[in-house]
Nanobody, 121 residues
Framework: QVQLVESGGGLVQPGGSLRLSCAASGSIFRIDVMAWYRQAPGKQRELVATITGGGMTNYADSVKGRFTISRDNAKNTVYLQMNRLKPEDTAVYYC???????????????WGQGTQVTVSS
């Protein structure tokens, strides 16, 4: 059973910073693209940032220059450093990974359970 477990969410004032982590565990042969999504109340889930196994990154326009995605392949972990946070960044943040299972050799996707980020004074 492959699981993604997020951590690092919380309440922060506008202009503050948070660092999210998402660790994958289980029978994993390889993790390809890892990503962060977010979903605000009453809105659709949106892509925040992606990172390939080789470290290539991509960001939503709304977070460019403020958020940084990174990964530690040895730890099967992806991070999201969020700086200069704004109230509109308030959402549940989910990590997602495209994985190849060690037992089956098949490719599949997994979602984390989500972590709440609230930006408010």
């Amino acid at each position: 059973q492959v699981q993604l477990v997020e951590s690092g969410g919380g309440l922060v004032q506008p202009g503050g910073s948070l660092r999210l982590s998402c660790a994958a565990s289980g029978s994993i042969f390889r993790i390809d693209v890892m990503a962060w999504y977010r979903q605000a109340p009453g809105k659709q889930r949106e892509l925040v940032a992606t990172i390939t196994g080789g470290g290539m990154t991509n960001y939503a326009d709304s977070v460019k220059g403020r958020f940084t995605i990174s990964r530690d392949n040895a730890k099967n972990t992806v991070y999201l450093q969020m700086n200069r946070l704004k109230p509109e960044d308030t959402a549940v943040y989910y990590c997602n990974a495209d994985l190849i299972g060690a037992a089956t050799g098949l490719k599949f996707a997994r979602w984390g359970q989500g972590t709440q980020v609230t930006v408010s004074s």
